[in-house]
């Protein structure tokens, strides 16, 4: 049964992709509480406007994190009140989360990721900075938004890596684990890859370089990527 659901509480991974997302919702599943991560299907209803849709899969979930979840939290927020908590999963710097993004990018299909539906951006690569500026405000605007909605106790802030991570998380739920360090799950680096990810990182490895140098040459340098949901301007 899930311990969270018994409580009536939600909890919502509002981190931005490489924070970590994917141990957290591993480490919340294995504790046999329902979960949903990436959902290719949420983030188009997302680009869409659909958001009420969204908040009805939410309604059949105790946990959901990865897109388009970072993007909700304001209006998760409005339709849970106290009864949701937020964990956002951070890195010890932007310069590594940054660094952690285009280790992932490296291994990217151009067409077929699905970077580009939120940042605009088909690589992070010479668009660098513009991504740090995404991470830092998005980071910032959660802090913001819950302390001007006073639930700054409602948010609990996780760096990947930090040691304590476990008994952050278990202080934070009043809940209990059966191992003492945070999983190492989708890491950018040493995982066994397929044969068609070797090509694609191959192939990468001549396209990448010459896209960093040429694309922020002949596209805009200013791009508006997708921000959160905002009920002041989204009515649900």
Not at 155 to 176: M, N, R, V, Y
Request: glycine fraction near 6%; hydrophobic fraction near 35%.
């Amino acid at each position: 049964m899930d311990p969270l659901a018994q409580r009536g509480m939600k909890v919502f991974g509002i981190g931005l992709q490489k924070t970590g997302t994917s141990s957290l919702e591993w480490l919340l599943r294995d504790r046999r509480i329902k979960c949903d991560g990436r959902n290719q299907r949420m983030h188009k209803l997302f680009l869409n406007g659909q958001y009420e849709e969204i908040l009805a899969h939410y309604d059949t979930l105790t946990h959901s994190s990865d897109w388009p979840t970072p993007l909700m939290y304001k209006l998760v927020y409005n339709r849970y009140g106290k009864n949701v908590k937020f964990i956002l999963t951070v890195r010890d710097s932007s310069r590594t989360w940054i660094e952690s993004l285009k280790r992932h990018g490296a291994g990217s299909h151009p067409f077929k990721n699905k970077h580009k539906w939120t940042f605009k951006r088909y690589y992070p690569f010479g668009f660098e900075n513009e991504h740090i500026a995404y991470y830092e405000r998005h980071n910032q605007e959660v802090v913001n938004f819950l302390k001007r909605n006073d639930a700054e106790g409602q948010l609990l802030i996780l760096e990947a890596g930090d040691p304590k991570s476990i008994t952050k998380i278990e202080q934070f739920l009043d809940l209990s684990f059966d191992v003492d360090e945070m999983p190492h799950i989708n890491r950018s680096a040493g995982k066994s890859r397929s044969l068609s990810k070797h090509i694609t990182m191959n192939l990468n490895r001549i396209i990448l370089p010459i896209y960093a140098y040429l694309a922020p040459k002949v596209t805009s340098k200013v791009v508006e990527p997708v921000y959160e949901a905002d009920p002041e301007r989204h009515r649900i």
